[in-house]
């Protein structure tokens, strides 16, 4: 018999026998900790607890609060779902029902029958009726044949069409209550744990996410532990509605996107162009003290550019197709900025003494999205990076991650976003997604692993997520709503130096190949913006706010003072709009209100008999009145430090 490390959520650590049932240890050794635990992570990988250990292995009780105990809740949900819809509608048939990243799907063939909302609300009292029956979920394991004869009686193809690719595999079914699935797991123990239940909506989905299939049915819901963090979630799914930069770019004026242009090509209005260019100065300023070069390089390249790249053909079903000029050249559309990058590196020969040579360039690029998948700013065709290559010494290499981690982290934190990172590394199972020999892999993911513990960073590995060049530290980032956000990240590249044959000569003048660094911290500027919206509600803190401050006179005999407010504003960099409409004062304070610009100023007779102006602050209304000095040197103050409120 082995031995088993048990390691439990506190850090404390045991070892117990190999066959030792993970629901054993949870009862007879967590003690108090049995209640919360939902399902056991064994050896990285998520099962259920009832199942047996045969091995040894490194174990650890996930609860709800770990992203393992979630996906084990919201996947037996959608068993539990299923259940209720076999009850209330016999004869479905069922595709998948996987958990998603909040909550869960399934999707259904009901042969004639179109749901309703109505039915919805039958459906989730169903589910709460099988919910208290408190029935367990039960794992068994056929040959494959026992489980293909199982689903041809239930005369279900789905299951059988699923089937067909794991043919001679041993297969996993779950039983809960009267249902039966095809299911690799994990669940929970049992329907109990289950306590607050929302179906969400309806939506056709095509079976395997093909056109040339049936259109099923798919089901969204939510479920939690209790009612209060349902209530939670609902409250910010509908201020996610509210805060939906589509809507709020469209009545902010910021960006524009159009049929006549082209799904995914968005056109970016003056007040849009502003918040735009203000990041880029910020960025722009940021890297400059830290000693990056700025380079411009064109929106196409010749095809053979991406083809030594490799871009060519690993993305060529996410690019655009190439621009034959003749049958010897052909252009492709720029879907990276990087080979770009490495020509300018490559234009002349480098010593170790200018190492590390950093290129920023804010490069616009074009990928090609299918219809279906585009998303507003947050999912686009062209959109522009805030792309960085590091090509440094290999000695030089761990400073250089440090650095652009703590400049990423900067970034964000300026925004007043909570930053998780992942380390994304190679899926050695599926190695030919990868350029590159597996040392330089192994010595990449183990150098950014090295890095993210000197640095202390909050991190976990995600197998698989690498770019197919090297792998990566990923930024994720949690907006206002608690959603997370892959955004930033860097990049460790031993593969293009090869590819490109790029050199440098060292200190003992023999030929070293350099490292790269891929760094972008917004990711894309356009889908950057649009979670900023959403993440401020359209209410920018002043530095970003395309217009800062609407100046108001009450009548037009006080139009002239507000043009000397203007002027005053403007001479100090500060954006401003007047306001000289024959409207009532009460009415242009609530259209400028509508607008979110952080400040108003009311000028009338007492204003421009004294100097001063009356200052009125979004959401806050009426501040009083100040000197015009004070006023924009508090004003100056706030946007010189980016402050994130006024």
Same mark, same amino acid.
């Given at each position: 018999?082995?031995?088993?490390?048990?390691?439990?959520?506190?850090?404390?650590?045991?070892?117990?026998?190999?066959?030792?049932?993970?629901?054993?240890?949870?009862? $007879?050794?967590?003690?108090?900790?049995?209640?919360?635990?939902?399902?056991?992570?064994?050896?990285?990988?998520?099962?259920?607890?009832?199942?047996?250990?045969?091995?040894?292995?490194?174990?650890?009780?996930?609860?709800?609060?770990?992203?393992?105990?979630?996906?084990?809740? /919201?996947?037996?949900?959608?068993?539990?779902?299923?259940?209720?819809?076999?009850?209330?509608?016999?004869?479905?048939?069922?595709?998948?029902?996987?958990?998603?990243?909040?909550?869960?799907?399934?999707?259904?063939?009901?042969?004639?029958?179109?749901?309703?909302?109505?039915?919805?609300?039958?459906? @989730?009292?169903?589910?709460?009726?099988? $919910?208290?029956?408190?029935?367990?979920?039960?794992?068994?394991?056929?040959? /494959?044949?026992?489980?293909?004869?199982?689903?041809? %009686?239930?005369?279900? #193809?789905?299951?059988?069409?699923?089937?067909?690719?794991?043919?001679?595999?041993?297969?996993?079914?779950?039983?809960?209550?009267?249902?039966?699935?095809?299911?690799?797991?994990?669940?929970?123990?049992?329907?109990?744990?289950?306590?607050?239940?929302?179906?969400?909506?309806?939506?056709?989905?095509?079976?395997?996410?093909?056109?040339?299939?049936?259109?099923?049915?798919?089901?969204?819901?939510?479920?939690?532990?209790?009612?209060?963090?349902?209530?939670?979630?609902?409250? &910010?799914?509908? @201020?996610?509605?509210?805060?939906?930069?589509?809507?709020?770019?469209?009545?902010?004026?910021?960006?524009?996107?159009?049929?006549?242009?082209?799904?995914?090509?968005?056109?970016?209005?003056?007040?849009?162009?502003?918040?735009?260019?203000?990041?880029?100065?910020?960025? %722009?300023?940021?890297?400059?003290?830290?000693?990056?070069?700025?380079?411009?390089?064109?929106? +196409?390249?010749?095809?053979?550019?991406?083809?030594?790249?490799?871009?060519?053909?690993?993305?060529?079903?996410?690019?655009?197709?190439?621009?034959r000029i003749s049958d010897d050249e052909a252009?492709?559309?720029?879907?990276?900025?990087?080979?770009?990058?490495?020509?300018?590196?490559?234009?002349?020969?480098?010593?170790?003494?200018?190492?590390?040579?950093?290129?920023?360039?804010?490069?616009?690029?074009?990928?090609?999205?299918? $219809?279906?998948?585009?998303?507003?700013?947050?999912?686009?065709?062209?959109?522009?990076?805030?792309?960085?290559?590091?090509?440094?010494?290999?000695?030089?290499?761990?400073?250089? =991650?440090?650095?652009?981690?703590?400049?990423?982290?900067?970034?964000?934190?300026?925004?007043?976003?909570?930053?998780?990172?992942?380390?994304?590394?190679?899926?050695?199972?599926?190695?030919?997604?990868?350029?590159g020999q597996a040392e330089f892999w192994e010595?990449?993911?183990?150098?950014?692993?090295?890095?993210?513990?000197?640095?202390?960073?909050?991190?976990?590995?995600?197998?698989?997520?690498?770019?197919?060049?090297? #792998? %990566?530290?990923?930024?994720?980032?949690?907006?206002?709503?608690? &959603?997370?956000?892959?955004?930033?990240?860097?990049?460790?590249?031993?593969?293009?130096?090869?590819?490109?044959?790029?050199?440098?000569?060292?200190?003992?003048?023999?030929?070293?190949?350099?490292?790269?660094?891929?760094?972008?911290?917004?990711?894309?500027?356009?889908?950057?913006?649009?979670?900023?919206?959403?993440?401020?509600?359209? @209410?920018?803190?002043?530095?970003?706010?395309?217009?800062?401050?609407?100046?108001?006179? +009450?009548?037009?005999?006080?139009?002239?003072?507000?043009?000397?407010?203007?002027? %005053?504003?403007?001479?100090?960099?500060?954006?401003?709009?007047?306001?000289?409409?024959?409207?009532?004062?009460?009415?242009?304070?609530?259209?400028?209100?509508?607008?979110?610009?952080?400040?108003?100023?009311?000028?009338?007779?007492? @204003?421009?008999?004294?100097?001063?102006?009356?200052?009125?602050?979004?959401?806050?209304?009426?501040?009083?009145?100040?000197?015009?000095?004070?006023?924009?040197?508090?004003?100056?103050?706030? =946007?010189?430090?980016? $402050?994130?409120?006024?």
């Amino acid at each position: 018999m082995g031995k088993i490390k048990t390691t439990f959520p506190d850090g404390s650590q045991r070892e117990y026998e190999s066959g030792t049932t993970g629901l054993f240890i949870a009862e $007879s050794i967590s003690k108090g900790l049995a209640k919360e635990a939902l399902a056991v992570e064994v050896n990285g990988e998520v099962w259920d607890l009832s199942r047996r250990i045969n091995s040894d292995a490194s174990i650890k009780i996930l609860k709800w609060n770990d992203d393992g105990g979630k996906y084990a809740y /919201w996947h037996s949900s959608a068993h539990l779902m299923a259940e209720a819809v076999e009850a209330l509608f016999p004869g479905t048939k069922f595709g998948i029902g996987p958990p998603i990243e909040v909550g869960f799907y399934y999707d259904l063939d009901l042969g004639d029958r179109q749901l309703t909302n109505d039915d919805l609300k039958k459906i @989730e009292e169903k589910m709460y009726e099988l $919910s208290n029956r408190d029935a367990p979920y039960v794992r068994e394991e056929k040959p /494959w044949a026992e489980a293909v004869s199982y689903f041809k %009686k239930k005369d279900d #193809p789905y299951k059988l069409e699923l089937l067909e690719d794991l043919k001679g595999e041993t297969i996993s079914f779950y039983h809960s209550g009267n249902f039966t699935d095809l299911c690799y797991g994990p669940h929970l123990p049992s329907t109990g744990k289950i306590k607050a239940i929302r179906l969400l909506n309806l939506a056709g989905a095509y079976w395997r996410g093909s056109e040339k299939n049936k259109m099923l049915t798919r089901i969204y819901g939510v479920t939690f532990p209790t009612k209060k963090e349902l209530d939670d979630y609902l409250f &910010r799914l509908e @201020e996610a509605k509210r805060r939906d930069h589509r809507k709020l770019g469209q009545e902010l004026e910021l960006f524009l996107l159009t049929p006549k242009v082209g799904g995914g090509l968005p056109l970016w209005l003056p007040k849009g162009a502003v918040l735009r260019e203000a990041l880029i100065e910020f960025m %722009k300023d940021e890297q400059k003290k830290r000693g990056y070069d700025f380079v411009v390089t064109p929106h +196409i390249g010749n095809l053979e550019l991406y083809k030594t790249s490799g871009h060519y053909p690993y993305y060529k079903d996410s690019q655009f197709p190439p621009i034959r000029i003749s049958d010897d050249e052909a252009f492709l559309l720029k879907p990276m900025n990087c080979p770009h990058h490495h020509q300018i590196y490559a234009v002349k020969p480098r010593s170790y003494r200018d190492l590390p040579i950093r290129l920023a360039e804010f490069g616009t690029v074009y990928r090609y999205e299918q $219809s279906g998948e585009m998303n507003g700013l947050t999912r686009v065709r062209g959109f522009t990076q805030d792309d960085a290559h590091i090509y440094c010494a290999h000695e030089q290499l761990k400073e250089e =991650i440090k650095s652009v981690t703590e400049f990423t982290q900067y970034v964000f934190k300026t925004f007043g976003m909570e930053v998780r990172t992942r380390l994304s590394y190679r899926d050695d199972k599926n190695v030919e997604k990868y350029g590159g020999q597996a040392e330089f892999w192994e010595r990449a993911q183990r150098e950014i692993k090295e890095v993210a513990d000197e640095m202390k960073l909050d991190y976990f590995v995600g197998i698989g997520e690498a770019s197919f060049y090297g #792998p %990566k530290i990923d930024f994720m980032v949690k907006d206002t709503l608690g &959603r997370t956000w892959q955004l930033g990240t860097v990049q460790v590249d031993y593969v293009m130096p090869e590819r490109f044959q790029l050199e440098y000569v060292g200190s003992d003048g023999q030929k070293h190949r350099p490292v790269i660094i891929h760094r972008a911290p917004f990711g894309s500027l356009e889908r950057f913006v649009g979670i900023l919206i959403e993440h401020f509600a359209g @209410e920018f803190p002043l530095w970003l706010s395309p217009v800062q401050v609407a100046v108001l006179p +009450i009548t037009d005999a006080f139009a002239g003072y507000g043009q000397e407010v203007i002027a %005053k504003l403007k001479s100090n960099g500060i954006r401003v709009e007047l306001d000289d409409r024959n409207e009532k004062i009460g009415y242009k304070i609530r259209e400028w209100e509508t607008k979110k610009v952080p400040f108003m100023l009311v000028v009338g007779e007492k @204003e421009q008999a004294a100097g001063t102006v009356a200052v009125r602050q979004h959401k806050k209304g009426d501040q009083g009145a100040v000197s015009l000095h004070e006023f924009v040197q508090r004003i100056v103050e706030t =946007i010189t430090q980016k $402050s994130l409120t006024l």
